[in-house]
Nanobody, 115 residues
């Protein structure tokens, strides 16, 4: 059974940083590309970033230069380092597998950027 569990969210002031984690089980982690998404209140879920099984990455324009996605295959974990946070980054953040192997969405982790 494939499971993805997000953690690391919280309340942070504008300009602050957070690191999110996504721990996967039930898959051969190193063979999959993984993504971060987010959903703000009243808005549709939007794509944030991807880390391919090769280690290559890509980002949404709104987070380019501020967010960094990495992976640790030994720990079956993907990370999202978020710097220079803005109020508009407030959302529930989710991780999932890229492509046809995508599973149901988990609980996500809440990120709130506010002074």
């Amino acid at each position: 059974q494939v499971q993805l569990v997000e953690s690391g969210g919280g309340l942070v002031q504008p300009g602050g940083s957070l690191r999110l984690s996504c721990v996967a089980s039930g898959i051969i982690f190193s063979t999959y590309s993984l993504e971060w998404y987010r959903q703000a209140p009243g808005k549709q879920r939007e794509w944030v970033a991807i880390v391919f099984n090769s280690g290559s990455t890509n980002y949404a324009g709104s987070v380019q230069g501020r967010f960094t996605v990495t992976r640790d295959n030994a720990k079956n974990t993907m990370y999202l380092q978020m710097n220079s946070l803005k109020p508009e980054d407030t959302a529930v953040y989710y991780c999932n597998i890229f492509g046809s192997s995508r599973v149901g969405w988990g609980q996500g982790t809440q990120v709130t950027v506010s002074s």
